[in-house]
């Protein structure tokens, strides 16, 4: 049986990404975000749900780029405390997250160091839907951890070890075993 | 070190939806889609990247309505045919994956009866991005399973188990451990 919850926003999972950007000045800023996906393949486009109130927000529109960084579980209290605090009241928030970044090769945007995964993004279209705005970015570089890539450069899940977040508990958890293949183990089903 | 890779679109992890549309002849028909996520709050919105290719695609356009459907691990074999078969070549895709669909109850969209949660969304934006569009759809109801709610109508996260794709090695995931409660563990930092 199916009860009826009314309107909510269940995507399961969710990742648990930091959203990298300079403000007017030049002072870096972390956004933590659940809400972010990829849109588009041909150009690689990615898309992030961030609030007007929020620092990010004004960097982003003012910048037009943006970085998203994929950080590891052992950054959660990190992710955590950057979502909670913005920018707009706590400047310093990405010193006493203890999160260093550096300038991206081809945006306008920091990467964040700790995070394994960082894509640089140059924003190309903003959707007002309300409380937020969908920003897209056309993906223009990526760079990833050695540390994470095996020998032949391949990324490593568990090296790799993503956050989820799971929106129902409000909880981050790790990846857990391989039930299967994509692109495969479907190809068994037929008529 | 950090390595560049070019242009890839690593969201890291990704849901594997199931978007759930009815073709003008009022056919079920329903797709796999890692590339989704709420992109507002007021209103709750989602969004989800479908290639002008798809059945889904048609459908989208024409009845102005989806669902987006959690399935749990146990169907990934059908949530992989999905994402390889689309329904502009095989109109009996459901029937192969044997998935059952009932009508949505807001939207002119049919829900996957198997998956635990069913969003029945509304589209209100459409943004063309190149290979995909970007549909954005207003949550309109989500009904979900009684079987993965707790007596409190807490969902649970172990009886829902959802499905994680990781896009770096096309493979399938269950969720693992938790690391921590969102929106407190990171309030323990502090200067």
Redesign the interface.
Known sequence: ???????????????A?LVGTYSDDGTPNAMTA??????????????V?V?QSRKTFANVEFKKAFT?N?PN?SL??????????SGAQEP?KLE??KLETVAA?KVDAPIITQCP???ECQLI?T?P????S?F?G?????????EV?DSD?????KS?D??????????????????????????????
């Open positions: 049986m199916k009860k009826k919850l009314g309107a909510k926003p269940l995507i399961l999972p969710m990742p990404l659940a809400w972010a996906a990829v849109c588009c393949h041909r150009p690689f486009c990615v898309g749900a609030r998203l994929v579980t959660a209290r990190a992710v955590d405390y950057l979502g909670i605090v310093g006493i997250a090769s995964v960082n894509m279209q959707l839907l309300g409380s937020h969908w897209v056309q993906v223009a570089e990526v760079q990833v951890s050695e890539m450069g391949v990324i490593d899940t790799l993503p956050l989820i977040y799971i929106t129902t508990d409000s909880k981050y958890y790790t990846v857990g075993e391989s039930v299967g293949q994509a692109f495969s183990m479907g190809k068994t089903l037929s008529r």
